[in-house]
């Protein structure tokens, strides 16, 4: 993570290598993408994204990968493509040595819009 506490999602990724700035931008294009009505604020040093006052998940740079959390257990389907990226019951790992999968992501972040949407 980068040092101090960043006040904002732009200053977060700028306190990061180019390479990994890069994919925290992408990152960020692809759940605002799939959650165009999300907005975006730092909260636990991290960035957060949010509909409303609930949390879709936050992002964390770290050494060597990316985390994304909290991802509950998601459908069969979805938690099998997830399987090889869990990191623990509610986080996903997006290693830096590996294609990031910005597809999935998306899945991920739709299929939490849909959770938080009122029945």
């Known amino acids: 993570m980068p ?3 960043p006040a904002t999602v732009d200053s977060y990724i ?3 290598p180019p390479d990994v700035a890069f ?11 799939a959650a165009p009505n ?3 604020a730092i ?3 991290m960035p957060g994204f949010f509909l409303g006052k609930d949390h879709i998940l936050y992002l964390g740079a770290w050494k060597k990968h990316i985390g994304i959390y909290p991802i509950y257990p998601q459908a069969p389907p ?3 493509k997830l ?4 990191a623990s ?3 996903v790992q997006l290693s830096y040595d590996k294609p990031i999968p910005y597809d999935l992501v998306g899945r991920l972040v739709k299929a939490r819009v849909k959770e938080l949407k009122p029945k």
């Not at 994919?23 to 993408?33: N, P, S, V």
């Not at 399987?83 to 869990?86: D, E, M, N, P, V």
């Open 89 to 91: 019951k509610d986080t």
């Open 3 to 5: 040092p101090g506490k």
């Open 38 to 40: 999300a907005s975006e």
């Open 43 to 45: 909260r636990y040093g």
């Open 23 to 33: 994919i925290l931008e992408r990152l960020r294009e692809t759940i605002l993408h």
């Open 14 to 16: 700028a306190g990061f």
């Open 83 to 86: 399987a090889s990226l869990r």
């Open 78 to 80: 979805l938690e099998e």
